[in-house]
């Protein structure tokens, strides 16, 4: 699972609170939205609230498969929906004993037996037990209940962790490796990363205390042997994967300059410099993830020339409300994330952002939160287009995304699916 930081910026603008999220888009594989967006959606269909909501409710979109998974103490259960018509279509149900193996949370994780719900190789994946998608049809993981599951974006790999032992699955009868991830002490837990991928290597993180929130420290694994190395960083910043390595920040305090720590493959330090502090207006965006050659260009020197594009602050807008693509001006709104006032102008409010808006591919996607509701905002970088804002509502609780279909699940347990034209 992943280890994505949440940006959140609330402010209070005329007519009431209004905060933007920008988010890494971990909905589909690959993080990229279909340009079918940008004609507009329609709503497709509706499902009302199971008859025990339980404790807490999960929903994911696999192929043309609505998954809803509710738990209920020790027992989750799982609903598969055939969403292809105009009504979701139930195809089965079955439930698990399953209690949460780490109740304090995996780092980045939420703690709650759910967390353990995802789809690997057309199967449900709940803690040890395994759901054929299409038919219900249960078998035993070969991992056991303790161990803490995540799966890559492209469901290929599973990764299992128990301790400091990790290991990689082909599949339910075939095992990659089994790694040690390495610590300075006794490791309550591990869990390996593949949301945060450089070319073949994934980061780990490890926790001294098997009930802590926050990872003691970090990890390189190769993905195709698994071996593993330490990358030691300074300040809680997570590190995050550029193209040919990692990239972490150690944010000092107020006055003092932000440290930018670059490493190799194999968490070797390649580069530490001082992040630039000067007000800027354009940020650099990129298709594909950041090289350490353009984060040093950009982080150090404030350099976009090399950027297949940029996102700049418009110019011509005194209330910060937009952006230029282009030579298109995109109106985002009021105290969005990307834009502050500084000194009566318009500047950029956080370098590190490009990392966001880049190697999500063409479209980048944002949350609007106002006293009315929250919106889901799609940019198409590429052709500097921006989609009219998707209702997420007043109740949401999550949202999951498949190219051209977006599920929204709301506090009372109702599902509403969106179509893009």
């Known amino acids: 699972m992943s280890l994505i930081v949440l940006l959140i910026v609330s402010l209070v603008a ?21 340009p079918a967006w940008l004609n507009g959606f329609s709503t497709a269909w509706t499902l009302g ?7 807490d409710m999960r929903i994911l979109l696999e192929e043309d498969h609505l998954v809803r998974a509710v738990s209920m103490g020790t027992s989750i259960t799982i609903s598969v929906f055939d969403i292809r018509d105009d009504a979701p279509r ?8 399953h209690s949460d193996p780490d109740p304090a949370a995996a780092p980045g994780e939420t703690g709650d037996a759910l967390g353990s719900v995802m789809v690997w190789r057309s199967r449900i994946v709940v803690g040890a037990t395994l759901f054929d998608l299409h038919t ?16 890559d974006s492209t469901q290929t790999r599973a990764y299992t962790c128990e301790g400091a032992s990790c290991t990689q699955w082909i599949s339910p009868t075939e095992r990659g490796w089994t790694t040690t991830l390495p610590s300075t002490g006794s490791v309550g837990k591990g869990i390996i990363d593949p949301s945060q991928t450089s070319d073949g290597h994934l980061l780990a993180a490890v926790a001294e205390d098997p009930h802590a929130d926050q990872p003691s420290g970090y990890a390189v694994v190769q993905s195709l042997d698994g071996e593993a190395t330490p990358l030691t960083v300074t300040g809680a910043s997570a590190p995050i994967a550029l193209a040919d390595g990692w990239l972490s920040i150690d944010r000092r305090r107020i006055g003092a300059a932000n440290t930018v720590t670059l490493y ?11 992040l630039f502090s000067e007000p800027f207006t354009t940020y650099p965006w990129s298709r594909a993830k950041l090289t350490r050659e353009q984060a040093t260009a950009w982080l150090k020197n404030g350099d976009t020339s ?14 910060c409300q937009s952006l230029t693509v282009g030579d298109q001006q995109l109106e985002l709104g009021a ?3 990307l834009t502050r006032q500084k000194d009566g102008r318009c500047v950029g409010s956080d370098a590190m952002k490009a990392f966001e808006i880049s190697g999500q591919g063409d479209i980048i ?17 590429a052709r500097a287009t921006i989609a009219d804002p998707i209702p997420l509502g007043s109740g949401w609780k999550s949202h999951a995304g498949a190219k051209e279909v977006l599920a929204v699940l709301d506090e009372s347990g109702r599902i509403t699916g969106y179509r893009a034209r």
């Open 264 to 274: 190799e493959l194999d968490g070797t330090v390649s580069d530490t410099f001082p």
């Open 136 to 151: 219900g049809s249960r078998t035993q993981a070969p991992w056991p209940a303790t161990a803490i599951v995540s799966v």
């Open 90 to 97: 139930l195809l089965w149900q079955d439930s698990v004993e």
């Open 14 to 34: 005329a007519g009431g609170l209004v905060t933007y999220l920008l988010t890494r888009d971990t909905l589909n594989p690959g993080g990229r939205w279909s």
């Open 335 to 337: 105290d969005n994330t």
């Open 365 to 381: 996607s944002f949350h609007r939160i106002t006293d009315t509701g929250r919106f889901l905002i799609l940019v198409d970088v």
């Open 49 to 55: 609230p199971p008859q025990d909501i339980g404790e």
């Open 306 to 319: 090399w950027a297949p594009a940029t996102i700049s602050v418009s110019a011509d807008d005194a209330a």
